[in-house]
């Protein structure tokens, strides 16, 4: 990859170089997911429920230039109070050359966890193929970038402002396994189903580590090693009025065609319509989820050192 060199915290140095359990997290949900000043006490949340499981959170970013692995609290505060671009594996080389700041996607922090040898992440929602793609070609370079890098993201499955279906042919085709955490339904984020089945289901952190230990014992045959997704399901009691939910997506979808919104405005502009819509009830949901993944890829991270 033909992307600049980047920098881990000694903290994740440490814990890595000594086999102990790591959890990266993306920073794209703290600057364009979430509203200010939620987006900063969730960020500090995520990294104190890793800290509380004995887990070494390494939230990622770039930070004037430099990728980093692993952030302190002023990059911390960084990511969530400054307006920041938002960055995909491609921004990398212009970022550096620039010495400009950014928030990684879920596609970045893949790689650059794939890079610094963190196993394990936790998101809120993969970034997946957009409605009406055939035509506009809008397809998350998340996809692509799990698999070409061994990292198993946690994540509540694919926002319903996407085309599931699709997301998941497009997961398949790439070759990158699915499991449902403790379910056969895919999750579409604020909600815990999707009407979407998969083939496997795990039950705890055990049988995912057990996974990734059969990914890491396939031989080399000069290919890139892809990751896995692990859907995560918002419990139920914590997840989104289905009803409530119809009738404010459809709402966004409305307001990002008048507004014209495309390409990589979309995400983030649907998530902050959608909390506005949702009287904030959206943005609760989204929390719970995130945190609830976090927690389970702490559990993953464990489970994985452990039986190294
Ligand atoms: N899903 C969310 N919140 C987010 C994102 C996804 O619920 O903030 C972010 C992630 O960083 C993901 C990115 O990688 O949006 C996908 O953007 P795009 O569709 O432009 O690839
Ligand atoms: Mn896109």
Sequence with gaps: MPNPPFLLSDEVADALEAGRPVVALESTIISHGLPRPRNLEAAGEFEAILRDAGVVPATVAVLDGVPRVGLDG?????????????????????????????????????????????????????????RGASATFDESADLVALAEHPVAVVSA????????????????TLSVPVVGYGTTAFPSFWLPTS??????????????????RAQ??????????PGLVVANPVPEAEGWDRAEHDRVLAEAFAAAEAANVRGKAVTPFLLSFIVTAS???????????????????????TAYAAAR
């Design 157 to 172: 499955g694919v926002k319903s402002v996407l085309d599931i279906g699709a997301t998941l042919e497009r997961l398949e």
């Design 279 to 301: 009287g904030g009830t959206s943005l609760e949901v989204n929390l719970a989820l995130a945190r609830n993944n976090v927690r389970v890829a702490a559990a993953i991270a």
């Design 195 to 212: 009407g979407f089945d998969l083939d496997w289901r795990v039950d705890g952190p055990e049988e995912v580590a057990a996974i990734l």
């Design 74 to 130: 002023t990059g911390v505060e960084r990511i969530a109070n400054e307006d920041m671009a938002k960055a995909s594996i491609r921004d990398l080389p212009v970022l550096a050359a620039r010495g400009a700041s950014a928030a990684t996607t879920v596609a970045a922090t893949t790689h650059l966890a794939a890079l610094a040898g963190v196993r394990v992440f936790a998101t809120g929602g993969l970034g997946g193929v957009h």
């Design 216 to 225: 890491d014992a396939a031989p080399e045959d000069g290919r890139p090693r």
